[in-house]
């Protein structure tokens, strides 16, 4: 049988109506042991009526028959065959024969649709002993049916508050009325509600028959609509917004509202709810605009929403809201609306209250904006005042600055003696430094304003580093403070940045450097730069640059303001090593342009390490020539970092390189190639060697005083070796190789006396402009000159009114090939341009009378007038400012040269605007 029909009183009867089984239900029913009814005649256990047989329930077995058992009670039997010569037999009681006959198939239809509806089927006795759990029943409640389950047991399982309320299930039950029960139970963590049904059938008061079904989701659904009705309800209480309904009846228009409506309105709860005694209440100015209103929403069914004032029976006028929706019947008449009152009244007070703070505001506002823009004013005049003063300032140093370095620049061009030609190097480098010392005060202005430009070339760092310590091996020494450098060979021969900016980073790290490591009682000073190349990936490479010192450290506080212009540690610090405070501002804005880092690591009393990484794109490989088959290296201990460094530098440029011992070395070889690293000149080995040299050497000191040096080894090259970088070392063996065929030639004195008036000269009619221009021989440039072949056609107009200024650009460009006409100002050099044809104008910016600006406006409009090619104008002038080269370029000038002025200005510029006749 079906787990249905297990629950049912049930009796299987023989072909000749023997009882052969019988189920508990049967047996309780009929409150009889299967004893008493296995084996017995149906006919014997049961009287019928109407003198109905057994043969009579075979042969109607649609029917309901209705019998006696033992006489005591009557009962339905429902007979159907289940299979052959046997037959089933429901009983039920009489007064609860609702049951319909059951065949095996629908039997199984309702079994199936029971456990589809998820419904539970449960019957107990009165004694909570003899119960019946169906298998629906136990997957409801998440057992299995094999385990079996007691009354005790199911109740067990139920949440403790809910198992009293179960426990009295049964007994405060109604006759003829159905129990129902709702409780909890945790299932796996979860909990979990159900619904209890029970009903005992009337005349048969032993087992109570009752369903089971899980209302989790319906509690959860009315807790969450519960929690949003309330929470609905905090929110137009804290909104305060109330709900309004009007409803047409009888032909008139009623007005119901809710507690927070009558919050707001303060209506007479007893007053005519016609909405006319809403409308009275009605600010006088705004009753007409609602009334309006709400007549029109009621007409077209539109949303109806009008903002008023409401005056309440307490005399306090409100401001409001009123917003509602129209409904409309079958015949589209309206009939109703629906709809909430905002209270805005504070809003309204906030709104006042903020239009009244709005109007003080813009009051104070424009006579704040009047102020700030006197002070705008003010300050772009003073700030205009200083970009005067800073251009003019500029262009006055610049000026005497211009003789001194093209002096310097043409002494470079006779042949000197190696330390003749030192001092002029090293004073050519110097009065470079001392410009761009100026330039710093230039660039702070020009980094604050946002207007410093990078101006990139490829050039040679590793002699931009030696020019560098050019400056500052001398100085260090002075200091008593050890100053070396350490170059990697993996350096490039070029790089592309800006140069000038990398010299002042560079200029400005080592001067601070030596200045705070300065040699004292406790220690020797001591400054040591690093220099390195990293691959970033395969475009971008890093320079890398760590200058080192063992000087008096910087604080955890002064390091996050040091990067500030004019910051210094202290006073103290000012007073004792000077300086500006300008040079760690200008390089970490440097750098910052360049989009590089510049890292610090110092400690109080032991040291700085500053770290400049700067990223470059373009970079040319270094391709060294061997100049030298071997090379000796003479030295006390090669095992020296400097040595080391020498050793690598040195291998570079020749097929093997030789150390050797002092000791170890008989006398020196005038066909070999030596370098000399002498440690002790103290030494009579070392100094008697050192007056055997000839011109094949190369003396590096390690310490000591190199006066004495070079006063021994007039005409021998000589150097610091703990300053020496790829460049100078490949400089000193180029020297070597050309000792003896040098041929530069030689100026004459009066190329520097700068008090006589100059003889024009004018380039050879023959040559094109590139080989007039420059020859080159070694380190120096040659420029050839074209004194026995001068004209008195002078193709170069110079407009300068500084005497010192005209004598030297003349001679650079005597030195360059070219003749010129000097005027002394821009008055001059009109009428010379008007009489005399040139090819070229160079010009000075500033003169008296007229300056070169103006100069140039009178050109171009005569030129334009007369439909003249316009000839080149090159500004020659001291400014540097930002703008400066814009500024001339937008007078009409060609081109713009800053001073001081080289020959190699001069000849990249002319270069570009000349053409010989």
């Known amino acids: 049988m079906s787990s249905l029909l297990d629950a049912l009183p049930l009796l299987e009867v023989t072909e000749n109506g023997e009882v052969c089984a019988a189920n508990s239900p049967a047996c309780e029913l009929l409150n009889v042991t299967i004893d008493e009814l296995l084996g017995k005649p149906l006919a014997s256990l049961f009287a019928f009526t109407q003198h109905v047989s057994y043969q009579c329930i075979k042969m109607n077995e649609s029917k309901n028959i209705t019998a006696y058992f033992k006489n005591r009670f009557p009962y339905t039997l429902h007979c159907y065959k289940t299979k052959p010569n046997h037959y089933d037999i429901l009983i039920t009681c009489n007064q609860t024969c609702a049951i319909t006959p059951l065949t095996p198939n629908s039997s199984y239809i309702l079994d199936t649709a029971i456990s589809c509806a998820k419904i539970g089927i449960w019957r107990v006795d009165n004694s909570l002993n003899n119960v019946y759990f169906s298998d629906s029943f136990y997957q409801l409640i998440k057992k299995s049916p094999a385990q079996g389950l007691s009354w005790d047991q199911f109740v067990s399982l139920i949440h403790p508050e809910d198992q009293i309320t179960l426990k009295s299930f049964f007994t405060n039950s109604i006759a003829d009325v159905p129990l129902s029960l709702e409780f909890r139970m945790t299932i796996n963590g979860h909990l979990h509600w159900y619904q209890l049904l029970a009903n005992q059938p009337n005349n048969y008061k032993k087992y109570w028959y009752g369903t089971l079904q899980e209302c989790s989701q319906e509690k959860q659904m009315t807790k969450a609509l519960s929690e949003a009705n309330e929470n609905r309800r905090i929110a137009l209480e804290a909104g305060k917004i109330g709900n309004w309904s009007s409803v047409k009846r009888n032909g008139h228009w009623e007005w119901e509202w809710d507690k927070q409506a009558n919050a707001i309105f303060q209506m007479d709860l007893t007053e005519d709810s016609k909405i006319t005694s809403w409308l009275k209440n009605i600010h006088p100015q705004d009753t007409s605009n609602v009334f309006k209103a709400f007549r029109h929403a009621l007409d077209t069914g539109n949303e109806f929403e009008q903002e008023c004032r409401y005056i309440q029976p307490s005399n306090n006028v409100i401001h409001v809201l009123v917003k509602g929706l129209v409904s409309k ?4 008449e309206s009939i109703r609306m629906d709809g909430v009152v905002i209270d805005q009244t504070a809003a309204y007070k906030t709104k006042a209250q903020l239009q009244e703070i709005n109007l003080n505001l813009e009051e104070k506002v424009r006579d704040r ?8 004013e003010h300050a772009e005049t003073a700030n205009k005042s200083k970009s005067d003063f800073l251009s003019m300032m500029s262009h006055e140093l ?9 002096a310097l620049d043409l002494l470079t061009l006779q042949q000197n003696s190696f330390e003749e030609q030192e001092l002029l190097d090293t004073a050519s480098i110097s009065a470079n430094n001392l410009v761009s010392i100026l330039n710093d005060i230039l660039d702070i202005t020009k980094i604050e304003a946002g207007k410093l430009e990078l101006d990139c070339i490829n050039f040679d760092f590793s002699e931009l580093l030696y020019n560098i310590l050019v400056v500052f091996g001398p100085i260090a020494h002075s200091k008593g403070v050890n100053l070396s450098v350490y170059e990697s060979s993996t350096l490039p021969l070029t790089i592309h940045n800006d140069d000038n900016r990398i010299r002042q980073i560079l200029f400005n790290l080592i001067s601070n450097a030596i200045k705070f490591s300065g040699n004292d009682k406790t220690h020797a000073g001591t400054v040591d730069i690093s220099v390195s190349w990293e691959p970033e990936n395969e475009i971008i490479h890093t320079l890398v640059i760590s200058v080192k010192d063992n000087g008096i450290g910087i604080d955890k506080d002064t ?25 760690l501002a200008i390089c970490g804005r440097l750098i910052d342009l360049m989009g590089g880092q510049l890292n610090l690591h110092s400690e109080l009393n032991i040291g700085s390490t500053f770290t400049v990484r700067i990223p470059t794109w373009q970079f040319e490989p270094r391709k060294v020539d061997t100049l030298f088959s071997a090379i000796t290296l003479i030295c006390s201990n090669s095992t020296v970092p400097n040595i080391q460094q020498l050793i690598k530098i040195v291998d570079m440029f020749c097929n093997e390189v030789h150390v050797i011992d002092w000791d170890a070395l008989p006398q020196l070889d005038k066909l070999s190639t030596y370098i000399l690293a002498v440690d002790n000149m103290q030494s009579s080995l070392q100094y008697n060697m050192l007056k055997t040299i000839d011109h094949n050497a190369v003396v590096l000191v390690e310490k000591g005083d190199i006066t004495q040096l070079k006063q021994l080894i007039k005409d021998t090259p000589t150097g610091f070796l703990s300053t020496q970088t790829l460049f100078s070392i490949q400089k000193l063996l180029r020297r070597l190789v050309h000792t003896h065929n040098d041929s530069t030639p030689h100026l004459s004195a009066t190329d520097f006396d700068l008090n006589l008036v100059c003889e024009p000269h004018l380039p050879n009619q023959g040559l094109d402009i590139n080989s007039q221009l420059t020859q080159v021989c070694d380190d120096s440039l040659l420029y050839a000159t074209t004194d026995s072949n001068t004209q008195d056609n002078p193709t ?12 030297l650009m003349t001679k650079q460009l005597n030195k360059l090939g070219y003749q010129c006409d000097i005027a002394e100002n821009g008055v001059l050099g009109l009428k010379q341009w008007q009489n005399k044809a040139y090819t070229l104008i160079l010009t000075d910016c500033h003169m008296p009378e007229m300056d070169g600006y103006e100069m140039t406006r009178q050109i171009r409009e005569i030129e334009s007038n007369l439909d003249k090619p316009h000839i080149p104008i090159i500004a020659v002038t001291g400014a540097a400012m930002k703008g400066d080269r814009d500024y001339c370029l937008s007078k009409g000038m060609s081109d713009f040269i800053s001073k001081p002025i080289t020959l190699d200005k001069f000849k990249n510029v002319i270069g570009r605007w000349y053409e010989g006749a």
């Open 398 to 406: 610049r000026t005497p600055m211009n003789v001194i370095i093209g």
């Open 329 to 332: 019947n079958e015949q589209r």
């Open 369 to 376: 904006t009047t102020e700030l823009n006197k002070a705008l």
């Open 796 to 807: 170069i107009l110079l407009v300068e009114d500084n005497p010192f200024n005209q004598n």
């Open 559 to 583: 390091q996050k303001k040091l990067f500030s212009p004019f910051t210094q540690g202290d006073k103290t610090t000012t007073r004792r090593f000077g300086g500006t405070g300008l040079g």
